[in-house]
């Protein structure tokens, strides 16, 4: 057993309201500078729809992730010969466009104008050029299902469904979204890793929280393709490729990332993982619909002596793993099978989880009647206006009873708690519910509690960050570092360093 | 570590210094001035004449009634430096003989003085320089143009150890890659420099980057009189290659022209098959399906 540890991730959908708060917060903490303009570590896509950047989960087009070929697991875009012959053109790069031009507005045209017979407007301009220019898309251009024939209706988890659901899916009044947050997922096998050819990408030992080195970084943008994700971004004003780094000045200091600490909706979850770093090759070598178990399984309970001995061997101290036993992810993930990965069928192993949404029918339409008066309050899992299928291409690699689990249960605390609080649910239909899910009441009381009521201490368990240790395992000589580190860059990322 | 220097051999250089400095005091050198000459002939001949018209620099005839004997000072001490005060004189000379700079001269106020009085002189006597020491030590026998040769491209070692003059210059012919190209190129140097100037080039490089490798290292009497047979004659040893004037544009065959368009339209479709499978833009794709 190699015990190590991740910070890990729960976003639970059926909260998110799809303000892009997150988003505006990571934004104005990290890449609001020159050449960063375009990224977006965290964005909050609707669902269906292309996201950001456009397809971005089509690997026929992106070659993101990993594949097994032969038995090994190797890099979707190409292996070792193929990326060597490759490197000074990288064929499967987006292009800006597909993310987006940045664009500003010529605010002071609207006080300098001279005067005239119309209003002066503020004109966009590229905040790459320059130039006056044309919005033709942005990074949340299909929200709210906005440009839908375009791009939801080319969202790709689409083809896990049949035609007629497809066409009931965009149906007028039965039409359906959900939003999809995302920041990078800091995946155990990180395939942007095994891509650099610089040797600049590494994730950090004592979290998990993968990172690029700025000074190492030589622009090769492998990267950018190895991740399925999308979420490294080339930085064409320093040359170098850039990523979400959960905050890390935050969490080393127990503040829960920007991202996070912003959210309206309160859906996000942050905590310690323990996990058996052996059981990785194996977890990413079976079929795909067993994926998302094998992940679970690397999963270890900090609970278990055993596993505590061997975190402590590790050099995982002691205050880590008692922060592992109040993680709201390990709850979430393990106990209550709730959250499953994104996209698990890329093979990076990803550590941010998605509570899959509910989405409750509240009316239905008969007979041209739109009939918001039903006898049921909560339709059936079977009737949810998103098909399981589509929730299971995105959440389980097409492992329909992992989602439909994760939503019954769901379903059930819902019934539950409408039981106790309303009292107009019989008791044997609650009973049947939490029957079907094998879930006990109090455990039903307890989703309740970290779903609806929970505090910030609930929903951030953020480790206590021991960076002396982390620089010991780097360095022996720690004099020799004396007065070296912790001042930020020694020099600026820039061209050519 | 060891000091080399004790206080005893401290004191009698302090003492030999100081009777020096007696020895060779100021007025010692103005009625001397052939060493005057000597010290022009060493650092400034190599850009400058006087009354024999301009080089690398301005011929310095005149520039003593032109010029006060305090600014002259000044600027040979430091050119640059004047320049940049916005000096009217010095910013007109820059400009004129840019991108030569003239490196700042460590000479003692005496030397300089001499220099500016023997100038004086010359000017009133309306003569011009010659120097004493630019003279071939034989003369010019049939085998040295080929031993010149040999020794421009290197093929013969400098006795004193310079690097080859092909390292940086360039004479037509000289070789089938042609020289270097840090220094000027030499194919018609001995048009550009009347004899003495040449020889005296070649014994004191006193251009910065020259000084820098053949102060220590210079060329011996030998070297000297066959670089300059070499120079003289250089259309002898390669009689095929045209010395270029500076206009004379390389002569292009069309069908290297047409062949090298092929190569590259051929390569251009080579790359474009091997990245076939390029993306192309996702969103523009979809966005033109829709339409």
């Known amino acids: ?497 | 570590m060891k000091l080399d220097i004790t206080p005893e051999v401290l004191t009698m250089r302090l003492i030999c210094t100081a009777a020096a400095a007696v020895l060779f005091s100021a007025p010692a050198f103005a009625q001397q001035p052939s060493a005057a000459a000597g010290v022009f002939e060493k650092r400034c001949y190599s850009c400058h004449n006087i009354g024999g018209g301009d080089k690398k620099g301005p011929d310095l005839k005149g520039v003593t009634t032109r010029q006060s004997t305090e600014w002259l000072r000044e600027f040979i001490k430091a050119p640059a430096a004047v320049n940049r005060k916005g000096d009217s004189v010095a910013t007109g000379l820059f400009k004129k003989f840019a991108p030569e700079v003239m490196p700042d001269q460590d000479l003692a106020d005496e030397q300089i003085d001499a220099i500016i009085g023997m100038i004086d002189g010359l000017t009133k006597k309306n003569e011009a320089f010659v120097p004493a020491g630019a003279k071939l030590n034989r003369p010019i026998a049939p085998g040295d143009v080929e031993a010149g040769y040999q020794l421009f491209t290197g093929r013969a070692a400098l006795s004193g150890g310079g690097s080859a003059c092909i390292s940086c210059h360039n004479v037509s012919g000289s070789g089938r890659l042609g020289g270097g190209t840090l220094g000027p190129d030499l194919s018609a140097v001995n048009v550009r420099y009347k004899d003495p100037e040449l020889i005296s080039i070649l014994q004191n490089p006193n251009f910065p980057t020259m000084k820098s490798i053949f102060g220590t290292r210079p060329l011996n009497d030998e070297e000297i009189v066959k670089l300059f047979a070499y120079f003289q004659n250089a259309k002898l040893v390669a009689p095929i290659a045209p010395a270029p004037a500076a206009s004379a544009a390389v002569r292009i065959e069309p069908w290297f022209v047409a062949l090298g368009f092929a190569a590259l339209l051929m390569s251009l479709a080579l790359m474009n098959r091997a990245w076939k499978g390029r993306l192309r833009g996702v969103r523009e794709e979809l966005v033109r399906r829709n339409q």
């Open chain 1, 1 to 497: 057993m190699d015990v190590r540890l991740q910070i890990s991730m729960v976003f639970h959908l059926d909260k998110c309201i799809g303000c892009h708060t997150c988003s505006v917060a990571c934004k104005n903490v990290w890449t609001d500078r020159k050449g960063a303009e375009y990224m977006w570590w965290n964005n909050v896509e609707t669902k269906p729809g292309t996201g950001y950047p456009t397809s971005w989960e089509d690997q026929g087009k992106y070659h993101g992730g990993w594949e097994q070929k032969n038995g090994q697991p190797d890099l979707k875009m190409g292996g070792r010969v193929l990326r060597v012959l490759n490197i000074f053109h990288n064929p499967y790069l987006p292009k800006l466009d597909d993310y987006y031009e940045p664009w500003t507005y010529k605010y002071e045209d609207l006080f300098n104008a001279p005067e005239g017979a119309d209003q002066p407007t503020a004109r966009p301009v590229s905040m790459v050029t320059g130039q006056p220019m044309e919005i033709e898309a942005g990074p949340n251009w299909d929200d709210d299902l906005g440009g839908s024939p375009i791009y939801a209706a080319n969202d790709p988890n689409l083809e896990a469904l049949t035609p007629q659901q497809r066409e009931e899916l965009f149906e007028i009044e039965r039409l359906v979204f959900f939003y999809l947050p995302r920041i990078c997922n800091h995946c155990l096998n990180a395939a942007c890793v095994a891509a650099c050819p610089s040797g600049a990408i590494y994730k950090r030992g004592e979290d998990g929280v993968v990172l690029i080195n700025q000074d190492k970084c030589r622009g090769w943008r492998m990267c950018v393709t190895a991740c399925p994700y999308k979420k490294t971004f080339y930085n064409w004003s320093t040359g170098k490729s850039e990523k979400c780094i959960l905050c890390f000045p935050r969490l080393e200091t127990g503040q829960a990332p920007a991202c996070f600490h912003s959210c309206v909706g309160r859906i996000r979850y942050l905590g310690a993982l323990l996990y058996d770093a052996e059981q990785m090759l194996p977890a990413m070598a079976v079929s795909d619909d067993k994926l998302v178990e094998a992940q679970r399984e690397m999963i270890l309970d900090p609970f278990d002596r055993e596993v505590q001995a061997a975190a402590l061997k590790n050099g995982i101290d002691a205050a880590a793993i008692e922060a592992a036993q109040r993680s709201p992810v390990y709850k979430y993930v393990k106990d209550w099978k709730l959250a499953l990965p994104l996209h698990p069928e890329f093979r990076t192993l990803p550590m941010l989880f998605y509570v899959p949404p509910l989405l409750p029918v509240m009316a239905k339409n008969e007979d041209g009647l739109y009939d918001a008066s039903g006898k049921e309050l909560f339709s059936p899992i079977e009737k949810a206006r998103l098909p399981i299928e589509y929730m299971a291409s995105l959440f389980s690699a097409g492992n329909n009873d992992l989602v439909r689990y994760a939503l019954k249960k769901q379903y059930a605390v819902r019934l539950f708690k409408r039981m106790e609080t309303v009292g107009d649910i019989e008791h044997a239909t609650v009973k049947r519910a939490l029957e079907q899910v094998e879930m006990t009441e109090e455990e039903a009381e307890s989703i309740y509690r970290l779903t609806s009521l929970p505090t910030v201490d609930d929903r951030y368990v953020i480790p206590p960050s021991h960076r002396e240790e982390a620089m010991q395992m780097l360095n022996d000589d720690m004099l020799a570092e004396k007065g070296m580190a912790g001042l930020g860059f020694r020099e600026l990322p820039v061209r050519g360093a």
